[in-house]
């Protein structure tokens, strides 16, 4: 008899594991990340920094250089728009100079057209002359955004989605400060990650850096990246540097007051030694680090790509265990910032349980003073109300 019993008490536990590791795990997010190609990555590198010609308009083309006045930083351009063309996307770009352009595809939201997420990085490179690998810096993370635009061209997003490349970087950020100044983002800015050398990791400690400034909501953006490395188990030490790198092109973003962040390998500690040299070739990357950044920046943007308003989000709730014995969690996919009042009522109408959460994702609810019986509990933000039903056993 205790042996069943012990038997009955370990599945019960496994249930309540595997809910509440489904709950902080999307599904829709853990099946994108699980058709992430490591060899898709690799291959645009290569192609990026001239280990292997690429196709533009069926012709066979090798880039020796993306320097903003080399005729492979006009070739990179025309490339990234014919394979974002290809996905579906809608592409375009901004202008900014006689050379200078950047690029951007968009998925329009089905949902929250205004409510925009953003994800970049910087296809221009150095050193002058004839040959700029810029295998790291920064085909690592035009690389990255490719990869992400292959994963979520056929999925439809509650959010507007914007992949942009920008171009002349490196010399002072001038295509993400032209796309900045315009004031082109209203309130419903979600946010922007950059990714900005991805792929050196020379001591194999697996260490990334996250940068962020309290500006806008950047920190709260910062926490989601965080929350996601958790989340989906992704193989990172990732150290929060704040106030982060002005010499990004996240820094535009600060500049103006939007909210943005920084993924990309140690700038201190472990810095690549090959950066703007023609020794930035794709044999130097670590790869298994290069896969765990750009999985990163993957959930990342995934998680803000589904985010909804709260008023939305808090509708969407997965109560377990339900039936409970002392405590019933409601579980929500998204953190919630705002104040929001949790009732549990009986069948008479009367008030059992009445509490209020701020800043949450989970609400955990002490039903062990209650009855046996089914109860309503009532989420309200604002004019916004759902109920659920609950019992306790």
């Not at 993306?66 to 351009?77: C, D, I, Q, S």
């Amino acid at each position: 008899m205790t042996v069943k019993r012990n038997r009955i008490l370990i599945v019960f536990l496994l249930v309540v594991v595997r809910t509440t590791i489904s709950s902080a795990q999307d599904t829709r997010i853990l099946q994108l990340l699980q058709q992430y190609n490591s060899d898709s990555v690799q291959m645009e590198i290569k192609k990026l920094s001239g280990e292997l010609p690429l196709s533009i308009n069926g012709q066979s083309i090798t880039i020796l250089s993306r320097l903003y006045n080399n005729a492979g930083n006009e070739n990179t351009f025309k490339y990234c728009k014919e394979r974002f063309t290809k996905w579906g996307y809608t592409v375009g770009q901004q202008t900014f100079s006689n050379l200078g352009k950047n690029f951007f595809a968009v998925k329009t939201g089905s949902q929250f057209p205004d409510r925009v997420c953003m994800i970049g990085a910087h296809y221009d490179d150095v050193p002058t002359g004839a040959i700029a690998p810029g295998a790291d810096d920064n085909a690592s993370g035009v690389a990255a955004v490719m990869e992400i635009a292959r994963l979520l061209a056929t999925t439809d997003f509650p959010n507007t989605i914007v992949l942009a490349l920008w171009d002349e970087e490196e010399l002072g950020l001038i295509g993400s400060s032209a796309y900045t100044a315009g004031n082109v983002h209203g309130d419903e800015f979600l946010g922007y990650i950059n990714l900005d050398m991805i792929g050196w990791d020379g001591n194999d400690d697996h260490k990334a850096e996250l940068h962020v400034r309290p500006i806008g909501n950047s920190l709260q953006l910062a926490d989601l990246v965080l929350k996601a490395k958790s989340d989906y188990n992704i193989d990172l030490e990732l150290e929060v540097v704040n106030p982060g790198s002005i010499n990004t092109d996240h820094y535009s973003f600060w500049t103006k007051g939007y909210t943005a962040v920084g993924i990309n390998e140690e700038y201190v500690g472990d810095f690549n030694p090959y950066y703007h040299s023609t020794a930035d070739v794709f044999s130097a990357l670590n790869i298994p680090f290069l896969d765990e950044s750009a999985k990163l920046a993957l959930v990342s943007f995934l998680k803000m790509a589904y985010t909804l308003p709260e008023d939305e989000a808090i509708k969407q709730v997965l109560v377990y265990p339900n039936p409970g014995t002392s405590s019933i969690n409601l579980a929500f996919k998204q953190v919630i910032q705002s104040p929001v009042r949790v009732r549990v009522v009986d069948n008479t109408g009367r008030i059992l349980i009445d509490q209020t959460e701020e800043q949450f994702e989970t609400i955990s609810l002490n039903i062990d003073q209650l009855e046996a019986g089914k109860y309503i509990v009532y989420i309200t933000m604002d004019e916004t109300v759902k109920t659920v039903s609950i019992m306790k056993q």
